[in-house]
Each structure stands twice: as structure tokens, then as C-alpha cells.
């Protein structure tokens, strides 16, 4: 594939890029713990008394009409849902467990009021789902140790997965997560996958369904053991890393400096730095999914709430540059900010506004017919030879709270000139060997 253009997408795949911002929500009885979604391993906590803990928790104040009233705010478009993290514990009326919080003290099957308000809300519903267990020994001693033991877990895992996509109408996305330490083959994933296409047809699934070789991870990756498949799913799903995919993909992060669910005395990630991760991975021509841990009683924390709001507000003027695009990153803009790519248009996305005036962009081979700063809809006057554009009369003051957006409205699809087509360490060094040349007499005694 050509950097800058697209995978053949299938029709019922292509709302997924159109979307390009989703919220994750990961949210279960560890949020009372106030320590993140892992507590119960990571503090190797004893199982019994956290067992308790979750059967007596009952979140008072969820109500999904309201967190989805900020996904529509947050101009998000999507959402996945922790219906079961590694503790176990589901958030719906499973008919193979009673650890549920229909069966325990909620009585409510959070995961049917989801979906409902999801929908209502005009949003795509997701589920995500861990393979992984902690509870059950099985799961850690693995189909070699206790093959009895696992093919009865990973039948329950199964079952699990089909009551989620046969009881709540149409499911957009499912979210596998846990397959470490086991492969793809261990899990059964193929034939977990089978069954998931007749129930929901249009479905994505994420592509953490064990790996096809133990052995067969990401290289290089930040987050080694999520345990992706090469073969099986529709989307990849780069943690904590904004790295473009071959396919469909999605970078999913945290809003926070820590941790996935709910966590006393985060710290907050500033709304400008949350909507760069947005801007970077259309610009890459992937989606961001990001994440909140709502509160043991059911509220998204404020900061989060905030912060989705003034990202919501930027995209209500600017969402054209986000929505729809295609990995834009046209030409060499590294000092201004970074650029998205939607048909004729080529979208500047102003990090820096440096009170100039101008701005300035090197590489674009595609004549530029109209320039427009979306904040006020000014046209703006600009002058273009082979090599640069010069953007003039730009207010001094950055004319917006988040990063200022210039759609530059070219005479076809915006192509960078032979030498941008590459970044500066990239590419055939060659091509800038005629550049080279043209430099003054200065170079050194004797040339
Ligand atoms: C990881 C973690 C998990 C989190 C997930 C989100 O695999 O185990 O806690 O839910 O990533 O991507």
C-alpha cells in the first residue's frame, strides 16, 4: 500500500474511518478499589475478599443516557464498553455465572442500558470482552498443564462471547482483550470468530485474539504481550502508541497518565495534548479510541467530562479536518503542526501559532486554489511557487482555544514534491543531490 492511501475498505467497514473517535470505558467493581482496572493482580489481592467487595457493589448513580450525552458532546462517534475485565466480573445478565451484577447487588444488566443509550444517542455500540479470567486457575496453568480444566473455561469464554452478540441486537464492534499467555490456536479464536459473523455480520473485531505463534508478537512494540493475531480480526489496536497499521487500526489510550479504570489522584492529560493524539492518528489515517474510568458510582469524572467537551466544541468548527480523513501527512510541516487529507482538500492543523502572520509550507506539489481558516471562515491570501506556500494576513492572535485549522482547497489530491515525499531522514538521499548543488561559492578552501 502507497503511504497516503487508503485499504479497500468493505461497505459495512466504512463507517469505522468515517468515525475516526470513539470512547473506551472501562468500568467494573475495581473502580471502587480507586487503583485501576488490575488492582486484583497487581496487588495480588486475596480472591475471596475481592469476590465480596464486587458482589456488594452497587454503583448508585450510572445512567447511561448521560454518558452518552457526552460521547455526542465529545463529538465521538463510537464507544466500547468493559463488559468483563480480567477480574471476572460482568456487567450483563449471563446466564453461565452468577458473578454478575444482575445476579449481585446491582440487579441491573448494565451492559442492556448501554447499548440502548448508546444506540438512542445516534452511537455505534462496541463490547469489549477479556478472554482472560484471573479467577480461574485454568486459565493460568493453560491447555498443557489442565486440558480438562482449560477446554471447560475457554467453553464458557465461548459461550460468553455468543450471549453478548445474541441478546443485544446489533453489536458494531467486538473488543477481545487477554488472550496472553495463549495463542490464537489455544483459544479456539477461528472458531470463535465463525459464529460471531452469523450472529452479527456487519461487526469489526479487534485483532486480540491470541497470537498465531506464542512466540509471534509486535516487534518493537510498546505493549509486547496483547496478544494480536496476523490473521484473524478486522482492526489492530496499538496501545499506548499512535503506529500506523496496514489495515483498519485504532490507537487506544488513556485520558490520564496512568491507568485504564478508575484511579484516586490521577493526574489529566490537558484537552490540547488529548485532541494532538486525535489529530495524529487521522493524520496517520487511523482512528483514536480513548479511554475514561468512570467512578465506583457510575459518573464520569469531571476533568474527563471537560476536557471531551472542549474537544467536542473544536470539532463542532473543525471536524471536517478529522472525520472521514486519510493519512494526510502531505509534506514537510513538522514546525507548524501536522495535516489531515480529504479529496481535494489538504487540512493544516496549527500546533504552533506563532503570531506572525504567515505560515509557511514546504513540499506541497498540488496548485492551491482557496485557503480557509475554519475558525472564522476567513479566506486567506496566500502566494505558491514549485516549492512553498506562504500564508499571509493571519490574525496575530491564535484565533481559536485548541489548534487553529487552515483547509487549503487544491486542484486535485494534495501530492508532496519528489523531495517531501519523504521526511528528512527518510527516503533516497540522491534526490537532494541537484538541491545540493546549488549552493554559493562558501563551502570549503579548495571546492
Ligand atoms: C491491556 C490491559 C488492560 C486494558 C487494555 C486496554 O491489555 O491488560 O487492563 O484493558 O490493555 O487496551
Redesign the pocket.
Known sequence: MQRNETPNISAHARWFPQARYGM?I?WGPYAEHAR???VLFREHLDQAEYERRACAWNPQRFDAAAWAATAVRGGMKYAVL?TR??DGYCLWDSALTDYTSVQQAPKRDFVAEYVEAFRAAGLRVGL?Y?L?DWRVPAYWEGPRRDPEGWAAFRAYVHGQVRELLSNYGTIDVI?F??A?PQSAAEWKSGQLVEPIRQLQPEILINN?LGADDPADDVPGSV?P???RSRHLGDFG?P??EIRAEAGLWES?QVSTWR???YTAGEQWRSAELLLDMLVESAGKGGNL?L?VGPTPEGELPAPFVERAEAIGRWLVVNGEAIYGVEAGEVCEFITCGRQTRKGDNLYLIVRFWDGTGTIRLGGLATRVRRAVLLASGQEVAFTQNSDHLLLTGLPYERPSALFPVIRLECDGPPRPTAWAADRLWQGDPARMTEWARQRGESVWVGR
Open positions: 473506551f472501562h485501576g482496572e488490575q468493559t475485565h480480567h469489549y477479556s482472560a473488543w482483550d487477554g496472553w486480540r505493549v504481550s496483547t496478544g489496536t496501545e499506548h487506544c491507568l485504564w479504570g479510541l479511554n
